[in-house]
């Protein structure tokens, strides 16, 4: 049964592909994406692990061309841009004048003057209009939608469902142009689950979209793909510490608040530099894990009967047993106590833990292809 949509959310060209399936929809900046199908959030995690999924995701690419593109995307992001090589990406952080996240995503070098950013945020258009006054750059949304295909057998598909098969020496970060079916699209071994896995774009903005999902469904089958639901990478994507913009992080946070510290490169200028510099450089942000099964998000955490963070994010880890989470404290220094409780939606107190991110495969061991870790759940 197709659920009644209400809603001026756009929705992807393999819209229909999906419908039948989904039972809750979410409207994620003004893309409609299928949040939950009729099934647990368990059994989707365990195709995940596996095998591999196929996901309808909101997330947006804008194009920057020109032959200002490097120079001011230098400007705009924390590390340099115009280092990149063609045919790869790299995660982007962009702040505001403040110092505080105006948005994240990967950026992408499909040519030496012609980037995308895959972003998460309809406003990053806006935003980078305002700043590309006096700079030799075209900013358009080149009508580009995403499908992500993540799990272990997930290279193996890509080696079918690409026209000639997969390219050579693609690795972790790294895009290509390539058709799939006929049909042109943009490729990159990148994702939102810390899963081996790759994401598709469409070139073409008047695609088939249903010829596309299905292409990807038929070279998926002998594989054991199946269609998930965006919720159900919440749980991997908080395992392997990947953040939220928007509710982990957002306007009010720095990087160096996040741990982000790495992401910043101050031998070059760019928006927000020297807010950063005078900047607290220590961390505010941690995972954690608790025995409560339910955390409501914003919950405050305490430390000898005073508020010191919020829970910015919970969900149940298959792979550990327990519930995880991320939380922002008030300052770095109220990190420092000696125990921490949490109010469960039971109305329960519970202990929490600080624990490091991610919360395993510290060295991105999975997503780069090194190695496979055995899902007991």
Known sequence: MVLPIISSAARSPWFKAT????????????????????????DEYRVLRTRVGIFDVPERPLEIRGQGAAAFLDYVFTRPVSTMAVDRGRYGLMCHHGGGIACDGVIFRLAKDWFWYVHADRDVFTWLQALSLGHDVEIRDPGAWAIQIQGPTSLEILDACVDGGAPERFKYYHSRQVTMGGQPVLISRTGWTGELGFEVYNMDPNVDGNALWSHLLEAGAPHG????????????????????????????????????????????????????????????????????????????????????????????????????????????????????????RDGIEYPLALHKLPFFDSEKRIPRGLEVMEFKG
């Not at 900046?29 to 199908?37: A, S």
């Open 225 to 344: 793909m199946e269609v998930l639901s965006t919720y159900s990478m919440n749980p991997r994507r908080i395992e392997a510490g990947i953040m939220n913009y928007g509710t982990d992080m957002g306007w009010d946070t720095t990087p160096f608040d996040l741990g982000l510290g790495d992401f910043v490169d101050f031998g070059h200028d760019f928006v927000g530099r020297d807010a950063l510099q005078a900047a607290e450089f220590a961390p505010r942000f941690s995972g954690f894990v608790t025995e409560a099964n339910d955390i409501k998000w914003g919950a405050s955490v305490m430390a000898n009967g005073v508020a010191v963070g919020r829970v910015k994010a919970f969900e149940m880890s298959p792979t550990l047993g327990t519930g995880i989470g991320y939380v922002l404290f008030e300052t770095p220094a109220a990190m420092s106590a000696n125990a921490f409780i949490v109010k469960g």
């Open 19 to 42: 419908c039948d399936l989904t039972t809750a929809y979410g409207d994620h900046e003004g893309r409609l994406t299928p949040v939950t199908f009729d099934r647990s959030i368990a």
